[in-house]
C-alpha cells in the first residue's frame, strides 16, 4: 500500500482521521448556517409573493380613487373659472345695473314734479263716497217701494 499524504507529512492515519472530522464538522456547521439563511430568504420569496394580491388591489384601489378625484378635481376647475368669470364681470354688470337704475330714478322724478297737489283729503274723499252711497242705497229704495205699490 502505498504511502498516504497524511503519512507523508508525518502525521499519523489517527491524526489525519481527528482533523478530517473537525474540518467535517466545520464544514457542516458552515452548510447549516448557510442553509438557514437560505430557508430565510425563501421564507421571505414567499410572503413576498403572498403579498402580491394585496398589492394588486391597493393599487387597483387607488387608481380607481384617483380616477373619482380627478372627475371631481375637473369639475372644482370648471366651478373656480365659472366663479371666477363672474367675478371678473361684476364689474361691467353693476355699471348696466346702475345706468339702469339712473333711468328710472330720473323718470320717477319726472313724474313727481307733473303730480299736481289735490285739494282736500283722502278722510274727506271717504266721507264723499259714502254720502253718495247712502243716498244711491235710498234712491233704491224708494224706486222699490214705489214698485211694490
Avoid: C, F, W, Y
Wanted: no cysteine; net charge neutral; proline share 4%.
Amino acid at each position: 500500500m502505498p504511502p498516504s499524504p497524511a503519512n507523508q507529512r508525518g502525521k499519523a492515519p489517527h491524526a489525519q482521521r481527528l482533523a478530517d472530522r473537525a474540518a467535517h464538522a466545520q464544514l457542516l456547521e458552515e452548510m447549516m448556517k448557510v442553509k438557514l439563511l437560505a430557508d430565510e430568504k425563501h421564507k421571505n420569496i414567499g410572503t413576498l409573493e403572498s403579498s402580491r394580491d394585496v398589492l394588486k388591489q391597493k393599487i387597483s384601489d387607488l387608481s380607481a380613487r384617483r380616477e373619482v378625484l380627478l372627475v371631481e378635481l375637473k369639475q372644482i376647475e370648471e366651478a373656480l373659472s365659472q366663479a371666477q368669470q363672474e367675478e371678473n364681470q361684476l364689474p361691467e354688470t353693476i355699471k348696466i345695473l346702475e345706468q339702469e337704475r339712473n333711468v328710472q330714478a330720473r323718470k320717477a322724478l319726472q313724474m313727481k314734479k307733473k303730480l299736481k297737489p289735490v285739494e282736500g283729503s283722502a278722510d274727506d274723499d271717504i266721507k264723499e263716497i259714502e254720502e253718495a252711497n247712502q243716498i244711491r242705497l235710498r234712491a233704491i229704495s224708494t224706486i222699490q217701494a214705489l214698485l211694490t205699490i
